[in-house]
């Protein structure tokens, strides 16, 4: 058989020039994060397979799975949010919270996408650990945008939603409702139209689901929301809808809400959100808040994050036009033959400032 | 940049669903001058509207990489290839049917008569093996690009699946239809970005 002796589908290499973008986009967001105390954490690739499945459903579904010389499951971490997770109930239960955190690393995963193979991706983004709902939320979403501005995208909004939305949902309209949710995380609005037409909610509640999945935009959206709302007694939006008046205080344009945005992941507890932009046709990062996750790992803490898919936010950059510093080449020297340990000498002297080599 | 300021770009396949695609986009006041025929891009510079002509089975990729921000597309389509983009409407046009043909002189009146390990010729090959499970039939799929009608004139298989609007060429290839597998007609789709990003200029077709 033909030996196959390239990179495996779905990875790739590094070459210096690219590594000098990447690079540019892990300092850029590095030091908005340091900005705000964030500190780096780093976990290993391997990760226990029970510690991948407790965490998620659906990333167990996309993980690589091997299994050890004793016949153990164990796995390639699929996220960055499980280890941390499971690193925080193991070793920090006794000091003194929130925890502050940031990270860069690999992730694996079988489909990463649908429309691209890449098997391994660099994620970067933070964890905000052991502060309940409430100013943490935004601090956390300033970060965000932050990071944002830092890395220099000129577009780009971040879309909220709030788990606590769909809970109450279900709470008024029951199994219809979660029939609704699933027809819109399919992006289906032919089959949720559907759904309402055949379902045996009054005309007002009807009017309630149309509306709801346009309530897309800024601080202009939420009286609409209210207004909706007070057409259907029974559902409680209170609450939700000054969390995100407080948000409208601190940001404008950038930040959306989205009544119609379902999640992927299925831990999140509270606030949920994906940031796009229009150069890539898919979202480059997205978080949450998730309050039942290190529990799973014994440690009853609160926690909300996001992260960022590395080589998307290049791509981005990249659509955009933006230029990247490069590597500059150094000086080089030709060889004294007679003296060569003076070239080295005046080498050493040039490095002081800059990069210098000899001349081969 | 303002949001209606922002240039859409539409899919339009070529073929079946094409005229009515046109005529559909009208009522938006949108169209095209297509001069030539050979032209893949068109202008309505007016509406700021830019349109892809591309083969049916490409609307998906172009919508749901970005290049395009909305499609015109087949239900049949959609289900095949599972892109992930925003089904927004059914447009209602393009009525077709996906069905199970075998020739007309063949004693198999239903799935259930094909013979085990039988060769089921079609271009949907994931519609294909779904119905073969669904219906517990031990079939293998054959991968056409076209013409699938020949395949049991030479022997290629013993079935095809294939979509039929009027049936006539069924027919004028001595082929009848046994079952209906899934009922399609043209779907407006968008990419999930564009739908968020694009929301005004959206705004129009959701209605």
């Keep these: 058989m033909k030996k196959n002796l390239r990179n495996p589908k779905g990875s790739r290499d ?83 919270l929130p925890f502050r ?11 990463s996408r649908k429309t691209t193979n890449e098997k391994e991706l660099y994620q970067i983004g933070i964890e905000l650990i052991g502060s309940k709902e409430g100013f943490s939320d935004l601090e956390c979403l300033k970060v965000l945008h932050d990071s944002l501005e830092k890395l220099g995208l000129n577009q780009y909004l971040i879309v909220i939603n709030h788990a606590s939305f769909w809970q109450e949902l279900f709470k008024c309209f029951g199994e219809t409702a979660q029939k609704l949710y699933k027809a819109l995380n399919q992006k289906d609005l032919v089959l949720f139209h559907d759904l309402l037409e055949q379902s045996k909610f009054s005309k007002d509640e009807k009017t309630f689901w149309h509306e709801l999945i346009y309530i897309r935009g800024s601080k202009e959206v939420i009286n609409k929301f209210k207004n909706i709302s007070n ?101 080089l020297l030709s060889i004294n033959k007679t003296n060569i340990k003076k070239t080295f000498e005046e080498i050493k002297k040039i490095q002081r400032k800059s990069s210098a080599a000899i001349k081969l | 940049m303002k949001d209606k300021d922002i240039e859409l770009t539409i899919a339009i396949p070529k073929g079946y669903l094409h005229d009515e695609g046109y005529k559909y986009l ?8 297509s001069k030539s025929s050979r032209e893949l891009v068109f202008y309505d510079r007016k509406s700021k509207v830019k349109a892809l002509l591309v083969r049916p089975s490409d609307v998906n990729v172009y919508v749901e990489h970005g290049s395009a921000d909305l499609g015109i597309v087949g239900l049949d389509l959609l289900k095949e290839q599972l892109p992930d983009v925003v089904k927004i409407k059914n447009l209602g046009f393009g009525y077709c049917k996906l069905v199970l043909a075998v020739k007309k002189d063949s004693p198999y009146k239903d799935s259930n008569d094909l013979p085990a390990n039988c060769k089921i010729a079609t271009k949907f090959t994931r519609l294909a093996n779904d119905y073969i499970q669904k219906k517990g039939l031990i ?51 968008a990419n999930p970005v564009s739908f968020k990003f694009k929301k005004s200029r959206m705004a129009p077709f959701l209605m």
């Design chain 1, 14 to 96: 590094w070459l210096p020039d690219e590594v000098a973008k990447q690079e540019y986009v892990r300092k850029s967001l590095v030091s908005a994060f340091e900005k705000w105390g964030y500190k780096p954490i780093q976990t290993p690739i391997l990760i226990n397979w029970d510690t991948l499945t407790i965490s998620s459903s659906k990333l167990s579904d996309t993980a690589f799975k091997l299994i050890g010389q004793q016949g153990e499951v164990i796995a390639l971490r699929a996220d960055l949010t499980t280890p941390i997770a499971r690193v925080t109930a193991e070793r920090l239960k006794d000091d003194e």
């Design chain 1, 101 to 111: 955190f940031y990270y860069v690393g690999k992730v694996f995963r079988y489909q």
């Design chain 2, 139 to 189: 079939a293998e799929v054959v991968k056409l690009y076209g013409s699938v009608e020949l395949a049991p004139i030479v022997g290629l298989g013993d079935a095809i699946i294939d979509l039929v609007a009027t049936g006539s060429t069924l027919k004028a290839n001595n082929l009848i239809p046994i079952e209906t597998i899934l009922e399609s007609t043209a779907f407006l789709i």
């Design chain 1, 231 to 331: 057409n259907i007694k029974k559902l409680k939006v209170k609450k939700l809808i000054s969390y995100f008046e407080d948000i409208f205080k601190l940001f404008d344009k950038d930040v959306e809400i989205d009544l119609s945005l379902t999640s992927d992941i299925d831990y999140y507890t509270g606030v949920y959100f994906e940031v796009i932009t229009p150069y890539i046709g898919k979202s480059i990062g997205s978080g949450g808040r998730y309050d039942e996750l290190i529990n799973k790992f014994g440690f009853d803490v609160p926690a909300i994050g996001f992260s960022f898919c590395l080589e998307d936010l290049l791509l981005a950059l990249e659509k955009q036009g933006k230029s990247f510093p490069k590597f500059k080449a150094p000086k």
């Design chain 2, 26 to 33: 009208s009522r938006f006041g949108i169209n095209f001058d």
